[in-house]
């Protein structure tokens, strides 16, 4: 029974040796590709090392950096979180929270950056990189507040003039309308005036012709008339 204890504890740490020499492998490679520059690479190995053994605090400290400098802000963020879950001096997690400040800021996230900035400097108020990134981040945020609002108030001008264009075009269109409209009556009233002067002129022409047949009869009256009289005898 002790024998097959022995081997079995003797396994056990044949096998902790080999994953402890296999992290440290890794680690040395991340090492290494991150001093060569080759930061997608380190991030890969460290990585691969936290897989091996996620209980290696230091290893996130190595997966923020090399991811950052590989512009994988997100991943930095998620390695300096779990760096900041760890066991650490007030001093290192002032230092983590400087990165992760920095991190936010290239992922343009200031308002994150600021905070984290804030936090750093509450564990270690000497920590004068994280004063000084946090004036520039503020600075930054300020700014981009106020192009907000001037875009804001741009937009609205904007929306404004919209409106008064279309009021203008409407009015224009309606005083179009009356315009058209006016025109219209007139040509209307023309055409019926000209119709009225056709009828009376109509009634004219007929009074006319009646006239002169009444004075064409008469004329043929005094004639028949002059032709039945008779002739006076001269005595």
Do not use: C
Not at 66 to 93: C, G, P
Not at 95 to 104: R, S
Not at 116 to 129: E, M, W
Not at 137 to 142: D, L, N
């Amino acid at each position: 029974m002790k024998t097959t204890i022995a081997i079995i504890a003797v396994l056990i740490l044949a096998a902790s040796t080999s994953f402890a020499q296999e992290e440290r492998s890794l680690i040395r490679k991340g090492n290494k590709a991150y001093e060569e520059g080759n930061f997608g690479k380190a991030a890969d190995q460290y990585d691969k090392a936290l897989k091996t053994n996620p209980a290696e605090v230091s290893v996130y400290g190595n997966s923020g950096a090399a991811n950052y400098r590989n512009d994988q802000f997100e991943k930095s963020v998620n390695a300096y979180n779990e760096y900041l879950r760890t066991d650490l001096t007030d001093k290192q997690k002032a230092e983590a929270y400087y990165n992760l400040g920095n991190t936010y800021m290239q992922a343009n996230k200031y308002k994150e950056s600021v905070e984290s900035y804030r936090n750093a400097l509450k564990l270690d108020p000497t920590h004068d990189r994280s004063r000084h990134n946090m004036a520039v981040a503020t600075k930054i945020m300020q700014q981009q507040q106020q192009n907000q609002q001037q875009n804001g108030d741009n937009n609205q001008q904007q929306q404004q003039n919209q409106d008064q264009n279309k009021d203008q075009q409407q009015q224009n269109q309606d005083q179009n309308k009356d315009q058209q409209d006016k025109q219209d009556q007139q040509q209307q009233q023309q055409q019926n005036n000209d119709q009225n002067m056709s009828r009376e002129e109509m009634e004219r022409y007929l009074e006319s012709l009646s006239q002169k047949e009444k004075e064409t009869q008469d004329k043929v009256q005094k004639a028949q008339q002059a032709q039945k009289r008779p002739l006076e005898k001269n005595w």
